[in-house]
């Protein structure tokens, strides 16, 4: 009897020894993650420095719109570039019409854009970008430096200016400042909200600390050799992401330009939200799988731009990581409330650090009333991680409308 008392016992006790050991183990991972991002959203409150001083030469830009059935909003945006204050005889804007009217492309023309044809029907943004640089190439066209926007972006006046001023001080690539131009469901909403937060933490905090930006796809320019050298060599989804992590592989540092906005129409729908995030989580995880052998070369070079890019894909969304520390800390309470604090601690610093990433102005009615959708998202990116399979071979379209 004994003997079965102090088996049971001692079961016990290591069965608590494990559990308690795995909960520990989770812990630090959730953990290392939030202080991650707490780190650099504190670095993003730090003012930066002042403007780039005004060029004394006026470069020559192609201003590239990849365009899939976007009649709806492409004449808006191109109609709305053509306002730049900047030398017309200094930059052509060329839109790669793919599955477009013929009746848009005839007023993409009458506007003054160059617009080429893509007649291939399972084409991707990738296809499009390599279409238009082959045809420079081919035509002798002569850029110093390349734009990428989406097919819904607009601009200021002087956006080719302040990027200009920041090519003539020597960047080589740079992202621009990517802000909502709607607001007008709750998705939208939230949506403008984890732009700004990856805005603060991804773009300005790492700049501040003298990391590389982070790139998003839209509002990105380089040098054209640069750009003709890496675009030519990327796969056909996540075209951003591949062109981030060969110009990291090359130690070629991206500056963010906080201060030169792309107003970009967010996500209307949870549907849409569904869809667009299981392509970026794809994108992630499979970029990830192609980088993480040239880790160990990375560390021995010093490329600590690359080694922290491999980093923050290995770190799950925001609202995965938010929703599964608000779980733990709920579980724990029933459980174990002593353990539950050191979760409710956790989550108390991810807020924190939320409400440093986010803009004031973006905290408003609007955001009190979309915050109720939270954990819609939050299952439909949970979901998202057992439908990854094919992802990154298919196209899968960002439908956008006019927001007027």
């Known amino acids: 009897?004994?003997?079965?008392?102090?088996?049971?016992?001692?079961?016990?006790?290591?069965?608590?020894?494990?559990?308690?050991?795995?909960?520990?183990?989770?812990f630090l991972l959730f953990l290392i993650a939030v202080l991650y991002l707490f780190i650099f959203a504190l670095f993003?409150?730090?003012?930066?420095?002042?403007?780039?001083?005004?060029?004394?030469?006026?470069?020559?830009?192609?201003?590239?719109?990849?365009?899939?059935?976007?009649?709806?909003?492409?004449?808006?945006?191109?109609?709305?570039?053509?306002?730049?204050?900047?030398?017309k005889e200094q930059y052509d804007l060329i839109v790669i019409s793919d599955q477009m009217s013929d009746t848009t492309n005839q007023k993409?023309?009458?506007?003054?854009?160059?617009?080429?044809?893509?007649?291939?029907?399972?084409?991707?943004?990738?296809?499009?970008?390599?279409?238009?640089?082959?045809?420079?190439?081919?035509?002798?066209?002569?850029?110093?430096?390349?734009?990428?926007?989406?097919?819904?972006?607009?601009?200021?006046?002087?956006?080719?200016?302040?990027?200009?001023?920041a090519f003539y001080s020597g960047c080589s690539a740079v992202q621009t400042h990517r802000v909502a131009k709607n607001r007008d469901t709750n998705t939208a909403v939230l949506d403008a909200v984890s732009e700004e937060i990856n805005n603060s933490i991804f773009r300005k905090?790492?700049?501040?600390?003298?990391?590389?930006?982070?790139?998003i796809g839209s509002g990105m320019a380089f040098e054209y050799e640069l750009f003709r050298d890496n675009i030519m060599k990327a796969g056909h989804i996540g075209v951003d992401k591949q062109l981030e992590r060969s110009l990291l592989i090359q130690n070629i540092y991206i500056e963010y330009l906080e201060d030169v906005y792309t107003y970009d129409e967010k996500?209307?729908?949870?549907?849409?939200?569904?869809?667009?995030?299981?392509?970026?989580?794809?994108?992630?995880?499979?970029?990830?799988?192609?980088?993480?052998?040239?880790?160990?070369?990375?560390?021995?070079?010093?490329?600590?731009?690359?080694?922290?890019?491999?980093?923050?894909?290995?770190?799950?969304?925001?609202?995965?990581?938010?929703?599964?520390?608000?779980?733990?800390?709920?579980?724990?309470?029933w459980f174990n409330w002593a353990m539950a604090i050191k979760w409710w601690g956790l989550l108390l610093l991810l807020c924190i650090t939320f409400s440093m990433a986010v803009p004031d102005y973006l905290v408003d009615n609007k955001f009190k009333k979309a915050i109720r959708n939270l954990p819609i998202l939050f299952l439909l990116m949970f979901f998202n991680f057992f439908r990854l399979k094919g992802a990154n071979k298919e196209f899968i379209h960002t439908e956008h409308g006019s927001t007027n």
């Open 267 to 333: 996500i209307k729908e949870s549907t849409g939200f569904y869809n667009q995030r299981r392509r970026w989580l794809s994108n992630q995880f499979t970029n990830l799988f192609c980088g993480i052998s040239e880790l160990p070369l990375a560390l021995l070079k010093g490329n600590w731009d690359y080694c922290d890019k491999l980093f923050q894909w290995m770190m799950p969304p925001r609202v995965i990581l938010f929703g599964f520390i608000f779980l733990f800390a709920c579980f724990f309470t």
């Open 1 to 26: 009897m004994e003997q079965l008392l102090y088996f049971g016992t001692s079961w016990a006790n290591n069965h608590e020894k494990i559990y308690l050991l795995g909960d520990a183990v989770l």
């Open 108 to 165: 993409l023309q009458d506007l003054s854009a160059i617009v080429l044809e893509i007649k291939d029907p399972q084409s991707t943004k990738t296809n499009a970008l390599q279409l238009v640089t082959k045809h420079i190439d081919n035509n002798n066209l002569s850029y110093d430096i390349i734009v990428i926007m989406d097919a819904d972006n607009l601009v200021d006046y002087d956006f080719l200016n302040k990027i200009n001023d």
């Open 44 to 87: 993003s409150l730090k003012k930066r420095r002042d403007q780039y001083p005004t060029a004394k030469k006026k470069y020559k830009f192609a201003v590239l719109f990849p365009a899939y059935k976007e009649d709806t909003v492409i004449l808006e945006s191109v109609h709305s570039f053509f306002k730049q204050d900047y030398p």
């Open 205 to 215: 905090g790492h700049t501040q600390l003298g990391f590389s930006s982070a790139l």
